[in-house]
């Protein structure tokens, strides 16, 4: 089954502990992004990957960092979680100029 | 930046009822997604309607596209209480292809 895997599906840390959240793919994709979603500001785009090893910056990327040594997988960073980093995160792929395959979302809370 | 601006912001209807949501955006596009989320869990990708097209079908959705309004529109017909979600438009920055920018959605409630 294709698919958009994410994990963990919720996390409560705490302040300035590192923490990643995985992401993988099971469909080839050359494209992948990650997503936050927050109450009335809808979804905003962190960072994205259009292959392996060629990452960029999207609309809100600080504080965040990425890696893409393998195709299928998009590991979101957070080094130094901070409460404002308190979301709904989401990783999704796709084929360049097509649909996006969303991930199942990571409820992440930072006390 | 946003980019799509879904009209209106919340939508109630009954059952059978036809519900339109309006998407506007500022910049030119390659090609433009609606997208439905139930209730904090994943988004599901509806359709895309590229940028040389005018109108597209799938199932009870219909979707036009606009560009010298720079506005897109989601029809769905005979709606089900099913179709309770949120809905967004999304178009992509041009230069990369894929990297997405929402709207903040439309809330779409169907009452039976």
């Known amino acids: 089954e294709a698919q958009v895997t994410q994990n963990p599906r919720y996390l409560i840390t705490v302040t300035g502990k590192k923490l990643t959240v995985t992401c993988s793919q099971n469909?080839?994709?050359?494209?992948m992004s990650w997503y936050r979603q927050d109450p009335g500001l809808g979804l905003r785009q962190i960072y994205y990957?259009?292959?392996?090893?060629?990452?960029d910056k999207g609309d809100v990327p600080e504080g965040y960092k990425v890696s893409r040594k393998e195709k299928r997988n998009f590991p979101l960073i957070l080094e130094s979680p901070s409460p404002n980093q308190t979301s709904l995160y989401f990783c999704?792929?796709?084929?360049?100029?097509?649909?996006?395959?969303f991930g199942p979302g990571t409820r992440l809370t930072v006390t | 930046s946003q980019q799509g601006e879904e009209d209106p912001q919340a939508l109630s209807i009954q059952e059978g009822e036809n519900a339109t949501m309006n998407c506007s955006y500022k910049?030119?596009?390659?090609?433009l997604q609606w997208y439905r989320q139930n209730s904090g869990r994943g988004l599901v990708h509806l359709i895309l309607?590229?940028?040389?097209?005018r109108e597209k079908h799938s199932g009870r959705l219909r979707v036009t596209l606009d560009t010298s309004k720079k506005s897109s529109s989601l029809l769905i017909t005979a709606s089900r209480a099913a179709d309770t979600a949120s809905y967004f438009c999304?178009?992509?920055?041009?230069?990369?292809?894929?990297?997405?920018?929402f709207g903040k959605g439309t809330t779409l409630s169907v009452s039976s």
């Open positions: 910049t030119s596009i390659n090609n």
């Open positions: 469909m080839n994709h050359e494209y």
């Open positions: 999304a178009t992509d920055k041009g230069q990369a292809g894929t990297a997405l920018i």
């Open positions: 309607i590229r940028s040389n097209e």
């Open positions: 999704a792929s796709s084929i360049k100029g097509n649909e996006q395959y």
């Open positions: 990957s259009m292959n392996v090893e060629v990452t």
